[in-house]
């Protein structure tokens, strides 16, 4: 596809359950990020993944949250035993490479129930 | 935590007028970018501007750039009740890749 796809776009999980979340970047781009953005909130940076090496996951929140990027391209990014403060928008961007713009998916909405 | 910090918070205008918003940071950067997003949406990149350049124009945006103030403001000429939508200053610090955004300025534009 032109963009950057995100699957779900919506998931309802029940306290306690795990989740995963897809990203399918821009064929051909690097840098991959993940994001989580609270209501009314700007994103927060999560994990950073050049091809298949995460180089950054300063900002995952817990040992919970997990991310990979096994062969460079699709990204998926793992929540364990969901709790009701992981309820945010979840974003995923790409970028073919360092100072140059990042382009987003349109998210997967995560509601813990 | 967010690096950047948006002024104002939220913002009402009329179509026609301009809209301008600031963005504050706190570290060295490589380059500074805005964004939009529109409600319930991904966001959208309207403009980088890198540390040694001033000031950028895209059509109707204008940035500027003071690394040694650590702030930015984008300017919006001529608006339409189309740039209605929440807009991010981020930043690319130096020595990371990551972009850290700002808390964003919520703009109306009514017709």
């Known amino acids: 596809g032109a963009g950057v796809s995100q699957s779900p776009r919506y998931k309802v999980a029940k306290r306690g359950q795990d989740v995963a979340l897809r990203c399918d970047p821009i064929?051909?781009?690097?840098?991959l990020f993940w994001y989580q953005q609270a209501l009314g909130q700007g994103p927060e940076f999560l994990t950073y993944?050049?091809?298949?090496?995460?180089?950054?996951k300063s900002g995952l929140p817990s040992d919970r949250f997990f991310a990979e990027r096994p062969e460079g391209s699709v990204s998926t990014l793992k929540i364990q035993r969901t709790q009701q403060e992981d309820s945010a928008v979840y974003l995923c961007?790409?970028?073919?490479?360092?100072?140059?713009?990042?382009?987003f998916g349109q998210g997967t909405r995560l509601t813990v129930v | 935590s967010q690096q950047g910090e948006e002024d104002p918070q939220a913002l009402s205008i009329q179509e026609g007028e301009n809209a301008t918003m600031n963005c504050s940071y706190k570290?060295?950067?490589?380059?500074l970018q805005w964004y939009r997003q529109n409600s319930g949406r991904g966001l959208v990149h309207l403009i980088l501007?890198?540390?040694?350049?001033r000031e950028k124009h895209s059509g109707r945006l204008r940035v500027t750039l003071d690394t040694s103030k650590k702030s930015s403001s984008l300017l919006i000429t001529a608006s339409r009740a189309a740039d209605t939508a929440s807009y991010f200053c981020?930043?690319?610090?130096?020595?990371?890749?990551?972009?850290?955004f700002g808390t964003g300025t919520r703009l109306l534009v009514s017709p």
């Open positions: 961007a790409s970028s073919p490479r360092r100072d140059t713009e990042a382009f």
């Open positions: 064929s051909g781009h690097v840098s």
């Open positions: 993944f050049q091809n298949e090496a995460q180089l950054d």
């Open positions: 570290t060295s950067i490589n380059n």
């Open positions: 501007i890198r540390s040694n350049e």
């Open positions: 981020a930043t690319e610090v130096t020595g990371f890749q990551k972009l850290v």
